[in-house]
């Protein structure tokens, strides 16, 4: 008889090395997600509530049928968690895996995947990214455009094709990361900080699954009474009874779906599994085992040997406490391990048939007891329909408990066995993580659940069989889960519990909104800008998503996590996105945010982009772009002086006074605007008017259309008044045209100055000159004469000019400069000081300037006429000018006076009458 062929050690555990890492590197970059679906229409900004949705018991009985032994083996899905593709891609192609096909289904040559324009471009990408200092955060920038994109592709009927899409974009960029890190040392700074990000978007992505599983179902009992479901009837099979359980309790269906995310999580990782191994043997177990045996009884075997079983049932070596073979101890090991990952994983039919494949058809038929008994037949009908499920179920539960508890078997049989006997006590040593540990709490909670209401409700002849009484009578909470989960004495899980991911699917699992907002305020006063903006956008995002389900959030933690992630935005320029997380605000607080944003936006284009998106998002843009002027032109304000305390005529113009200047061009893009323009403009150019920046001045006027009056009284008349403006419009108007009156003047003033100060030198002649140069003095000056009778005929006109325009300002018509045409405008303080001051401070220098004029040109007469301009009762100068001003002013016009009695003139400039 041939023996098979006994594997060496080395070249056993080599080949096994080399079979693993081919494949899983393999199966690693198969993996594709879903792209995100588009949509057409656009969630509105307060999205309606899904509870409004209708839903018929007739529609609720049908979504609720689901197959619960598919629930509570691990080998189905619960109908109400979502499904999304796994690290492996289709796993249906394990499940078609035989002896043959094993290796070889996961060959590049199979996948092609070395050879696809995909994974060039993929390879290329990761190349470029690897050139940044910090190429997670560059690999995923994109999320944050791509989640306001796909909010705004759904209305609030399809929130959860939303969060699925959220999902998938999440999975794109996992994907991508991956490649990464694969290809970065894993000691350099940049490993740690992509495998960071990495981490964060594999539990975003997961998260967002928990969310479209629990809450679909939770939509769904909120709108339906559980009280309309039937009650099982007496003599109901098991399977039935907990059919009805499932449909009726929703501590048990929600629980389940934990249960399955967490499966459906392990299920991603499959693909990674570190000893995902070649099993040699094929029909045969234990096959050195069996081979050394049959050579003891060969009578040429010589030598001794260390004890083995002498038998090769599956009881033997606990039966007899004797060994296998090393080689097969290490497969059962490996075997066991790798059993157990895909019963983790709800991969228990895949299990199963991995049994099969390795020779352990009994190990099989054991993972299959727990499936519930049905009768079909029970009542009665025409056809006899075939029996499902294990009729002994309670016994086969009961040895699957004890074996569990037997310290002769592998710790991971143990735990395989305790799973589907919900021994918790042997299944949590071998869960070292918070998902395990999680999954292996729910898991027995769900299986505890079910088992008292068997017990409770199934009519049977036969004796139940014993299970421990603190199973039996736990009463299960999804609290007391999360109380034992921070009692566990594994650092490894304690440190998890404090996982922000982690915390946050706690709160989701116990639908405590309220729980997980106080958490977010603590994270933000305790960590603020430190948190990363991927956590920022996912809490965003999630508080958007509770909103449009009509889920109350508390309102100061969710305006707090808003205004941190838009400055997150801002501060990574995300400028398109800004706009409508600010909308999300409420309307005070949403102008305020928007508005100190803006203030940093320079760039004349970039303005009109950022209103536009402003308008777009439903904000108050008036109200906003008044409030950018506001706190700019409020910036580093000083208190108004006066003039003689100005070191220089004409102050020179800051960066800050630019600031203040380009600050108008906000509320001329729209010219609805023009009214608050004017008022914006005029409180800016009070303040330069005050500190002698007429250059600045200036410049802050040519920011004003010229028809922005006309367009003011055009927009009050489209909007049908017939009455006269707003007091506010009518005194805004009539201030800008006082500063305009200034400023001419003070231009017009400076022009004079200049060219009176250049007028042209007469022409000197030496003494005792030659004839050549005296014929040279005649001709200059000729030219002399030319040049200055053209210089006198400018000033002239200069002086005409400036004259009329000082007295523009000293009399301006309807009540004087700087005064309000309409005395029944809004109360506003602070502009009445500074008008007032304004006069104080440009009046009195108007009448010093005009005396310069006239005295200059010799006009000595009309000098004295400005005592009876600034004394006069109608415009009442006078009492603009402090005592020290009227005396330099009396001072001044007694020079004037001076100079007409050398005129021979009185001292008023008349004749002097003999």
């Not at 098991?238 to 929600?254: G, H, I, M, N, P």
């Amino acid at each position: 008889m041939s023996s098979p062929v006994v594997r060496d050690v080395e070249v056993s555990l080599a080949a096994r090395r080399q079979s693993s890492q081919k494949r899983v590197s393999i199966l690693t970059d198969t993996w594709s997600g879903a792209s995100p679906s588009s949509r057409s229409q656009q969630l509105p900004r307060t999205p309606g509530t899904l509870l409004r949705q209708p839903l018929t018991p007739q529609t609720r009985s049908a979504a609720r049928q689901p197959d619960v032994s598919a629930i509570l083996g691990s080998g189905g899905r619960s109908t109400h968690v979502t499904q999304t593709p796994g690290r492996l891609g289709n796993l249906s192609m394990l499940s078609n895996l035989d002896e043959s096909n094993w290796g070889t289904n996961f060959t590049p040559q199979r996948t092609g995947i070395l050879d696809s324009p995909s994974f060039t471009e993929e390879v290329t990408m990761s190349a470029v990214l690897l050139q940044e200092e910090d190429p997670g955060e560059a690999a995923t920038m994109s999320m944050f455009s791509d989640f306001l994109q796909y909010f705004h592709t759904h209305s609030s009927s399809t929130v959860f094709e939303l969060v699925q899409d959220y999902e998938a974009a999440c999975r794109e960029q996992v994907k991508i990361l991956e490649k990464i890190v694969k290809r970065v040392p894993s000691a350099h700074l940049k490993f740690s900080k992509t495998a960071s990000i990495l981490w964060l978007l594999q539990q975003e992505m997961v998260t967002w699954r928990l969310l479209t599983s629990l809450y679909k179902d939770r939509i769904q009992s909120a709108l339906e009474d559980e009280t309309m479901f039937e009650i099982a009837a007496p003599n109901a099979s098991e399977k039935t009874v907990v059919e009805k359980l499932f449909q009726r309790d929703s501590l048990v269906r929600q629980s389940q779906l934990v249960v399955d995310w967490l499966e459906s999580i392990a299920k991603d990782g499959v693909g990674d599994f570190s000893d995902n191994i070649e099993f040699y043997a094929k029909s045969v177990y234990w096959e050195n085992t069996l081979h050394t045996l049959k050579q003891r009884k060969m009578s040429t075997y010589i030598g001794g040997g260390r004890p083995l079983v002498t038998e090769l049932d599956p009881d033997a070596p606990v039966r007899q406490k004797m060994p296998l073979d090393d080689l097969d101890r290490e497969d059962d090991n490996r075997l066991l391990q790798y059993l157990f990952t895909l019963i983790r994983a709800g991969m228990t039919d895949e299990a199963q048939r991995l049994c099969k494949r390795c020779g352990q058809a009994w190990r099989a038929a054991t993972l299959e007891g727990w499936k519930l008994y049905h009768d079909p037949n029970i009542n009665g009908g025409s056809e006899l329909e075939p029996v499902a499920g294990n009729p002994y179920r309670g016994v086969w539960k009961a040895c699957c408990w004890r074996m569990a508890d037997d310290e002769q078997f592998n710790r991971y049989e143990r735990a395989i066995y305790a799973t589907l006997s919900g021994n918790l006590k042997q299944l949590l040593p071998v869960c070292n993580s918070w998902d395990d540990t999680v999954w292996a709490y729910f898991r027995v909670m769900v299986d505890c659940l079910v088992e008292q209401e068997i017990r409770t409700s199934v009519m049977t002849t036969q004796e139940p069989e014993e299970l421990p009484r603190d199973y039996m009578d736990t009463n299960w909470t999804l609290e007391k889960v999360f109380d034992e989960l921070q009692a566990t004495e594994k650092k490894r899980v304690l440190e998890e519990n404090k996982e922000h991911y982690h915390v946050i699917q706690k709160f989701i699992i116990l639908g405590d909104v309220d729980g997980l907002m106080d958490e977010f305020s603590e994270w933000l006063s305790r960590e603020g800008k430190l948190l990363l903006g991927h956590l920022l956008r996912f809490m965003t995002h999630l508080i958007l998503f509770f909103r449009t389900l009509g889920v109350q959030t508390k309102e100061n933690v969710s305006v707090e996590v808003l205004k941190a992630y838009i400055e997150v935005l801002i501060n990574g320029k995300h400028t398109d996105l800004i706009a409508f997380y600010v909308s999300h605000l409420p309307q005070e607080l949403s102008i305020s945010q928007y508005a100190a944003f803006l203030e940093n936006v320079t760039e004349l284009e970039q303005r009109y982009h950022c209103l536009e998106l402003a308008k777009e998002a439903g904000l108050d843009v008036a109200t906003i772009t008044k409030t950018v002027v506001e706190n700019i032109r409020k910036r580093d304000a000083g208190e108004f002086a006066h003039h003689d305390l100005a070191p220089a005529l004409d102050s020179g113009t800051t960066e800050d006074d630019l600031l203040k200047i380009h600050a108008i061009d906000w509320l001329v893009f729209d010219p609805a605007q023009r009214a608050e323009a004017l008022k914006q403009s005029n409180a800016i150019m009070r303040n330069f008017l005050a500190t002698k920046k007429h250059e600045a001045a200036k410049e802050v006027f040519a920011k004003i259309p010229q028809d922005s009056i006309a367009e003011i009284y055009n927009q009050w008349e489209e909007q049908g008044m017939e009455s006269e403006l707003p007091a506010e419009d009518d005194n805004a108007i009539k201030e800008h045209l006082c500063i305009r009156a200034y400023l001419e003047a003070h231009e017009t003033f400076n022009e004079w100055f200049k060219h009176m100060n250049s007028a042209p030198q007469k022409p000197t002649l030496v003494g005792q000159a030659s004839f050549t140069e005296k014929v040279a003095h005649e001709h200059r000056e000729s030219k002399y004469e030319l040049d200055f009778s053209i210089w006198k005929g400018i000033l002239d006109n200069l002086t005409i000019d400036v004259k009329e325009k000082m007295y523009n300002v000293l009399l301006f018509v309807n009540g004087g400069w700087m005064v309000d045409v309409r005395e029944d405008a809004e109360d506003d303080p602070e502009r009445a000081h500074q008008m007032s001051l304004l006069r104080r401070l440009c009046l009195p220098m108007m009448c010093f300037l005009l005396h310069t004029v006239l005295h200059n040109t010799k006009q000595f007469q009309e000098c004295l006429r400005l005592a009876d301009v600034v004394s006069s009762e109608q415009h009442k100068l006078y009492m603009e000018f402090s005592k020290d001003e009227l005396r330099k002013l009396l001072q001044k016009l007694r020079e004037s006076s001076l100079m007409l009695l050398d005129q021979d003139l009185d001292p008023l400039g008349y004749e002097v009458q003999s």
